[in-house]
């Protein structure tokens, strides 16, 4: 016997707002996390800045999976999540190394590989 | 104007504000506090669209293990003070120019852009929800489940040995 499972509205922001507001919504935040690895020297805010890219990725595909009601997208932002735990850790760590060595996380101080 | 428009807008603008000052706050710590408000907006937007599974995995992992690392690094290497010597204007002004003319074309595409309205006929309201989502994950997607394991095991022997100090390394 199947459970009964209590009938779910279609959710009200999809049928009010149109999905281009989440497509420009999670450009606005990559622009944001762009400049803020352009502008910055600090490590850890150009790594949060990262984090900040990563989301408005995880944002737009939660927006079309939803909208199309298709639970890959979801799956997608799932595998994401894991993936940027992984990185923050081993890139947490390369920092604290690099403060060890160097005394500052200035990126600037790091320009062995430049050109 | 409706309540739900209304919660949309007003998480949205709080979004990005905060984004923004994560960007250019000076102190660290205030930097990691916006991020968190951040990634909270982020799943109200979530919640929103009725993606209740992200939403709770977004505030555990995003909020709470991610922000408390770099809580954690922050405050172990002590960098409240400001010494970070900025970036020269040029640079300043050539990165928000490269920033702002991605978002217009960006935006000039997506207005070119057809995006078709949601079809009421096919929805199905349970996909956001853990079962549909656990359905996809461990039937389709069951190899990249596994390997991710593999990737946690591999970034944890690396954080690990990155972290060890060398004998004859410095202390803080």
């Keep these: ?115 | 104007m409706k309540a739900t428009e209304i919660i949309f807008y007003v998480l949205t603008a709080i979004t990005l504000l905060s984004a923004s000052f994560v960007v250019t706050a000076r102190n660290p710590v205030h930097s990691v506090l916006a991020l968190i408000l951040t990634f909270f907006c982020l799943t109200g937007h979530y919640v929103l669209m009725n993606a209740q599974f992200l939403a709770a995995v977004n505030i555990i992992v995003y909020a709470g293990a991610i922000m408390v690392l770099f809580l954690f690094t922050i405050m172990f290497l002590n960098l409240q003070k400001e010494d970070e010597e900025s970036k020269t204007t040029l640079t300043k002004m050539a990165a928000v120019v490269v920033g702002g003319v991605l978002l217009v074309v960006m935006v000039a595409v997506f207005r070119a852009a057809s995006v078709a309205p949601y079809d009421p006929a096919t929805y199905n309201t349970r996909v956001g929800l853990v079962e549909s989502l656990g359905m996809v994950l461990y039937k389709d997607y069951l190899l990249p489940f596994e390997l991710a394991s593999v990737l946690f095991l591999v970034a944890m022997v690396g954080a690990v040995m990155l972290g060890k100090r060398e004998p004859g390394d410095r202390h803080f």
Excluded: C, H
């Design chain 1, 1 to 115: 016997m199947q459970p009964t499972q209590a009938p779910i509205q279609i959710p009200e922001v999809i049928q009010l707002i149109d999905l281009k507001y989440y497509l420009i919504i999670s450009t606005a935040l990559f622009v944001i996390g762009i400049i803020g690895v352009l502008t910055r020297r600090n490590a850890i805010i150009i790594f949060m800045s990262i984090e900040l890219m990563l989301n408005s990725v995880n944002l737009l595909l939660i927006a079309f999976s939803s909208y199309r009601s298709d639970p890959t997208g979801q799956v997608f932002v799932f595998f994401i999540m894991a993936v940027a735990a992984a990185e923050v850790a081993v890139g947490l760590a390369i920092i604290v190394m690099i403060y060890r060595n160097t005394r500052s996380i200035d990126v600037g101080l790091l320009n062995k590989l430049k050109w």
